[in-house]
């Protein structure tokens, strides 16, 4: 599997989300009851910023993320962890800031694999 190595950190305004997978059967009388789904319940999303990158830097970083196809897993720590994660990453937007500055925003969401 391949290990995401971005060639600077991304931006300190990461933005990280759970989104818990839960069942809900709702009964009668306003009562109702939830469980967790599977033993991996709790997927990890992360919005991935990189401001101010140059040319170069932001090309590697697209690059990586295209060769995957938004299907392939990849193993990242999001900083500052050190733990790596699974991930994918199937919607990432560039920005040109300048003709020799460009921005990356790229949605990371947790994946099982084995």
Same mark, same amino acid.
């Given at each position: 599997?391949?290990?995401?190595? =971005?060639?600077?950190? =991304?931006?300190?305004?990461?933005?990280?989300?759970?989104?818990?997978?839960?069942?809900?059967?709702?009964?009668?009388?306003?009562?109702?009851?939830?469980?967790?789904?599977?033993?991996?319940? *709790?997927?990890?999303?992360?919005?991935?910023?990189?401001?101010?990158?140059?040319?170069?830097?932001? *090309?590697?970083?697209?690059?990586?993320?295209?060769?995957?196809?938004?299907?392939?897993?990849? *193993?990242?720590?999001?900083?500052?962890?050190?733990?790596?994660?699974?991930?994918?990453?199937?919607?990432?937007?560039?920005?040109?800031?300048?003709?020799?500055?460009?921005?990356?925003?790229?949605?990371?969401?947790?994946?099982?694999?084995?």
């Amino acid at each position: 599997m391949p290990t995401f190595a =971005p060639p600077v950190n =991304p931006s300190e305004s990461t933005q990280t989300s759970h989104a818990p997978t839960i069942r809900s059967v709702e009964y009668g009388n306003g009562y109702s009851q939830r469980a967790t789904v599977g033993i991996n319940q *709790d997927r990890l999303k992360a919005t991935v910023n990189w401001t101010l990158l140059s040319r170069t830097d932001a *090309d590697t970083i697209e690059v990586f993320l295209s060769a995957r196809l938004g299907f392939e897993s990849f *193993d990242y720590a999001l900083p500052p962890s050190t733990t790596s994660r699974k991930w994918v990453c199937n919607t990432w937007t560039r920005t040109e800031v300048t003709n020799q500055v460009a921005s990356i925003s790229a949605d990371f969401v947790q994946v099982f694999d084995l």
